[in-house]
């Protein structure tokens, strides 16, 4: 079984109906001459991502500071506290999904990138900073 597919001029036609599938019932591609896309509920798209995690490991240094290092995505602090490390590091993980975003074909293309996408997606659905806090498994 395979996802269902629209064409772009069935969809274009009857968008609120299409956008109502997609919103309160199922995921659906849309298919333009070669090209396709997914449509998909921010509803769905969250439970999609909810296996994305964010280990932290965390580390006193000798110079009584704390190290703060993602697992799966290549990114660091350190700072004087623990609560300082992790709220610098929810800020460049923020501050690293804007860039990649904004650098897409960049970052997506470079084959030890690629693999951050899920993440950055889960980190751009947040609010807000705290969110994105609230997601660092310490």
Do not use: C
């Amino acid at each position: 079984m395979m996802f269902e597919t629209e064409q772009a001029s069935n969809v274009r036609k009857e968008w609120s109906f299409f956008m109502d599938k997609v919103l309160h019932e199922k995921p659906a591609i849309i298919k333009r001459r070669r090209d396709s896309i997914a449509a998909i509920s921010l509803e769905h798209l969250h439970a999609l991502l909810s296996g994305i995690k964010f280990q932290v490991n965390l580390k006193r240094e000798k110079d009584e500071t704390w190290t703060a290092m993602l697992k799966d995505i290549d990114l660091a602090v350190n700072a004087e506290t623990k609560t300082k490390a992790l709220n610098s590091l929810a800020q460049d993980l923020m501050d690293y999904a804007n860039e990649y975003m904004n650098e897409f074909e960049l970052y997506y293309r470079s084959h030890n990138r690629k693999a951050d996408f899920p993440y950055i997606v889960k980190v751009l659905l947040q609010k807000d900073q705290k969110a994105v806090l609230d997601l660092l498994d310490a």
